[in-house]
């Protein structure tokens, strides 16, 4: 099972952008579809975005449509968020998770994967 550390996180006024990266340890990154969470204090962990292995399909969660951007690098073992035009309610801890397949499928609920990082804070200010 992959290892996921993530990074990037931190306070941006609103219409602001940031970059979270996610590394992974392991030489089968290639043969996992990542994906990118987020939970606010007393609410669920909701989903975001989702690359599949070979970055050939991407999807994202309705309120990120648009102003969010998932890629990945698999020679660097690297998954990215980028996150355009902020807002307060983007503020959240942002995990990134794997998933072990290489089906060409959403997968928008947490369970689906099996690897999680330790999160990273993004605050947004009004």
């Known amino acids: 099972q992959v290892q996921l550390v993530e990074s990037g996180g931190g306070l941006v006024q609103a219409g602001g952008s940031l970059r979270l990266s996610c590394a992974a340890s392991?030489?089968?990154?290639?043969?996992?579809?990542m994906g990118w969470f987020r939970q606010a204090p007393g609410e669920e962990r909701e989903f975001v975005a989702q690359?599949?292995?070979?970055?050939?399909?991407?999807y994202y969660a309705d309120s990120v449509k648009g102003r969010f951007t998932i890629s990945r690098d698999n020679a660097k073992n690297t998954v990215y968020l980028q996150m355009n035009s902020l807002k307060p309610e983007d503020t959240a801890v942002y995990y990134c998770?794997?998933?072990?397949?290489?089906?060409?499928?959403?997968?928008?609920?947490?369970?689906?994967?099996?690897?999680w990082g330790q999160g990273t804070q993004v605050t947004v200010s009004s």
């Open positions: 690359i599949t292995w070979s970055g050939g399909e991407t």
């Open positions: 998770a794997a998933a072990r397949t290489k089906l060409t499928v959403r997968l928008w609920v947490p369970t689906q994967y099996g690897a």
């Open positions: 392991g030489r089968t990154f290639s043969s996992y579809a």
